[in-house]
Nanobody, 115 residues
Framework: QVQLVESGGGLVQPGGSLTLSCAASGSDSGILSMGWFRQAPGKPRELVALITASDRTNYADWVKGRFTISRDNAKNTVYLQMNSLKPDDTAVYYC?????????WGQGTQVTVSS
């Protein structure tokens, strides 16, 4: 069992920045990838960014260089640095860990971009 604890969400003005953190604990060996997804009201959950065990990263097309995913293996933590935030970025952001036959989700953290 892998537990994912997210933090860093909150209210930010358009153009501002936030950094989300996701700390993994438990039986977290053999994780193939970790990523961030988000879900806005009335819309399906969508991929934001993904980082693999080999440090390859993938981003949604609409990120356009604004977001950066990274990890700290010593802390078992993955981060999402978000810059130039827009109101359309408002959503619940979820951390996901992928093992060979299991997927684990964090509880989600709310990001609200508004003036």
């Amino acid at each position: 069992q892998v537990q994912l604890v997210e933090s860093g969400g909150g209210l930010v003005q358009p153009g501002g920045s936030l950094t989300l953190s996701c700390a993994a604990s438990g039986s977290d060996s053999g994780i193939l990838s970790m990523g961030w997804f988000r879900q806005a009201p009335g819309k399906p959950r969508e991929l934001v960014a993904l980082i693999t065990a080999s440090d390859r990263t993938n981003y949604a097309d609409w990120v356009k260089g604004r977001f950066t995913i990274s990890r700290d293996n010593a802390k078992n933590t993955v981060y999402l640095q978000m810059n130039s935030l827009k109101p359309d970025d408002t959503a619940v952001y979820y951390c996901r860990a992928h093992q060979l036959f299991s997927v684990y989700w964090g509880q989600g953290t709310q990001v609200t971009v508004s003036s």
